[in-house]
Each structure stands twice: as C-alpha cells, then as structure tokens.
C-alpha cells in the first residue's frame, strides 16, 4: 500500500462535526462510529451546559444533559439525518428521557437527539440549546469547555466507539 491509499483509509474512517454555539462554530473532525458524547468531550467541547457538566447520568442516556439537535449534514442542505447516526430511531430511552420535563415542550425540534446515545456514521450539523439540559427551542447555548472530571472513566460507558488501539493499529 502506498501513503495515498493509508490517507483514503483515514478519509473513510472520519466524519465532520460542525457545532454550533451562541459563541460560535466550530468545524471538528471524529472518528466514524464513535459516540457523539465522546467524540465532542475529546474535542474539547461539552455536550452539556453549565453545572451538568458534572452532573450527569456520564452516558446511561437518563438524565437528558446532553441533548443537542442532531441534523444530517455539514451543508446547508436538507439531507435526512437517519443516514448520518445510529441509532436511526430514537430508542425508547431515548424517546421517554426527551418527553420528559423540562424536555417535551410542543415547540421541541424533532431533530433533538440525546449525545451520549446517538453514533456518528456520516457529517452532522450539532446545535446546543440553552437550558440546564439544552431543552430550549430557540436560543442557543453558549460553548463550554469540556471538563474531564472523572479521566478516561468519563468514557467508560461508551462501548461502541471504536477503541484507539483499532485505530492506530490499522494505520
């Protein structure tokens, strides 16, 4: 294999993340299948506002800090976002955490998903809604920093994510 084969590989195996923010966007490149949670905390970037940063449910998808509105793409386009996250549906968690108060409202995007449960497949537009748990619908939130509280036990509920070991061994 050449270099340019090694770069068509690395290609294939990386997706863009755009995040939004009422301080701004910011363009990052993932690792393809991994957790949306994980991939915005080793970017440097909270799924969750203010204090939620440490308290959360760290990924069992109970609490509901970590919702964002997902939608298909990094263009302007309208692509439907089925093809760009798994799961496609919302799970039943999922579904129950985000009608849940203060999560429900009428006005609700569809597209709000909960980060810590949600595979990145494809490039995906990310919004942060302001609120304790990112439930409002019309005003972003501003951009926190990721807080690492806990080390590498941050990610210890994230089993789909593929591991670093894959990744630097099929380099």
């Not at 909270?46 to 449910?57: A, D, E, L, Q």
């Not at 998903?113 to 501003?142: H, I, M, P, Y």
């Amino acid at each position: 294999k050449n270099n340019d084969d090694d770069d068509d590989d690395n290609d294939k195996r990386m997706v863009t993340m755009k995040f939004e923010t009422s301080t701004g966007t910011k363009i990052m490149t993932v690792r393809k299948g991994e957790i949306l949670r994980t991939a915005m905390l080793k970017q440097g970037v909270s799924p969750h506002n203010g204090n939620s940063r440490f308290i959360n449910c760290r990924g069992l998808g109970t609490c509901g800090t970590c919702a964002v509105e997902v939608t298909g793409s990094c263009d302007d386009d309208e692509d439907d976002n089925l093809l760009f996250v798994l799961p496609k549906e919302k799970s039943t968690r999922e579904t129950l955490r985000l009608q849940f108060p203060p999560h429900g409202s009428p006005d609700q995007s569809p597209n709000l998903r909960l980060a810590c449960q949600l595979q990145l497949l494809g490039d995906v537009t990310v919004k942060k809604r302001s609120g304790f748990r990112g439930q409002d619908s019309n005003d972003l939130a501003e951009e926190y920093d990721a807080q690492l509280y806990f080390g590498d036990l941050e990610f210890l509920l994230d089993n789909k994510s593929p591991s670093e070991t894959k990744h630097e061994k099929s380099s």
